[in-house]
């Protein structure tokens, strides 16, 4: 198809891009853009770019084709920021963001991030996710997640649910280490963590929250619940068609219908009903999604940049690059796992080759 040929040039030019950004005197690192890095591979930093490289390969179906050696120098590069709590996180970032988390934190009243806590449990999932696809095995449990049932309960119930992408990505979180963790009753707290987000389900739009959060916060946070119950292997829509209807109403809401987001919903709701509600509308819908993702490639780089135009200048609150007008790595590995879900809306993803991670 004319509005589709040109992804089954990216394994290629996508492949062309990562090297580029490696740096073969530093193994396992990888700049975060082609030229606008405002920090080297002399600085020991880019967790997140070596993190985003093991998904693209993974992605483009490529990771079991690399030499073992690099798989190693990632495994390496990677545990290399892991903290004797068992926490891997980037310091340069947590020190950049010092401000910008404080900031943040006292804007939007949202006292979780204000000493980078948060951004240190994101950095450490994303972490793990990459060394799992690396063949890796890693048990990290945050000590201040809850370990008891009731500790479960009380914990999502602190959470702000009027705000569900935030709290929505807490409850990810939480799913995702307990799926991943050690803990010999997990399996308890995971039915708990289940059984106290089914209570505050919507049944109008089949959405998790409380109050009346926006369409983007309503859609964003559906996102967040839905990977979570995805990393414990709990995936089970009860009302998949309230979700369709409720994502696709987002189609003309340019501050609702983001890039990813509403795709991973979409994606996920369409299978639970079998394909057989909507589902030319959400081909539809995801065929334009793919229009606009092209907008965001860079064919002689090989690459995607995270805004038109432009490559990402912050990464977590930390301004790490100059922002130039070239491709990024963050914005490749979001493009890229986009289109992964797109085409298994289509159902080109054989033809086509990707691979979705959990994410």
């Known amino acids: 198809m004319e509005k589709t040929y040109w992804i089954f040039q990216l394994k290629r030019d996508a492949l062309l891009f990562m090297e580029k950004i490696k740096v073969a005197k530093t193994p ?28 693209i390969y993974y992605t483009l179906g490529l990771l079991n084709a690399l030499p073992e050696s690099q798989c ?40 979780l991030n204000f000493f980078h806590a948060q951004t240190i449990r994101a950095e450490t999932r994303q972490s793990v996710c990459a060394l799992m696809l690396l063949g890796e095995n890693v048990h990290v449990y945050p000590t201040d997640l809850p370990t008891t049932p009731e500790n479960v309960a009380c914990y999502l119930n602190k959470l702000d649910w009027t705000k569900p992408w935030g709290a929505g990505s807490h409850f990810s979180h939480l799913l995702f280490f307990l799926a991943h963790g050690d803990l010999e009753n997990k399996n308890a707290l995971i039915d708990s963590a289940i059984e106290w987000i089914n209570a505050i389900q919507d049944e109008r739009s089949g959405c ?6 926006s369409l983007q916060q309503k859609i964003n946070g559906a996102m967040k619940v839905l990977t979570g119950l995805k990393a414990a292997d709990r995936l089970a829509i009860d009302e998949p068609r309230r979700l369709i209807d409720m994502a696709l109403s987002a189609r003309n809401n340019a501050q609702a219908c983001d890039h990813f987001n509403v795709i991973y919903v979409l994606k996920y709701a369409d299978e639970a009903t079998r394909h057989n509600y909507r589902h030319d509308e959400i081909t539809s819908f995801a065929m334009d999604r793919l229009t606009q993702y092209r907008k965001h490639y860079w064919p002689e780089q090989g690459g995607f940049s995270y805004f038109l135009g432009k490559s ?8 790490i690059s100059k922002g130039l007008p070239e491709p990024d790595i963050h914005g490749t590995v979001l493009f890229l796992w986009g289109i992964a879900l797109i085409t298994q809306i289509l159902g080109m993803e054989k033809e086509l080759g990707f691979k979705e991670f959990i994410t």
């Open 28 to 55: 396992g690192f990888f700049h975060y853009t082609l030229s606008g890095d405002l920090f080297d591979d002399q600085t020991h930093w880019g967790l997140g770019n070596t993190v985003f490289a093991a998904k």
């Open 208 to 213: 998790w929250f409380q109050g009346q959060p």
């Open 312 to 319: 990402n200048d912050t990464y977590y609150n930390a301004v």
């Open 72 to 111: 190693q120098n990632m495994i390496t590069f990677i545990k290399s920021f892991q903290a004797l709590d068992g926490n891997i996180y980037d310091p340069l970032v947590a020190h950049r963001a010092f401000w910008r988390d404080k900031l943040s934190a006292v804007k939007h009243r949202d006292p």
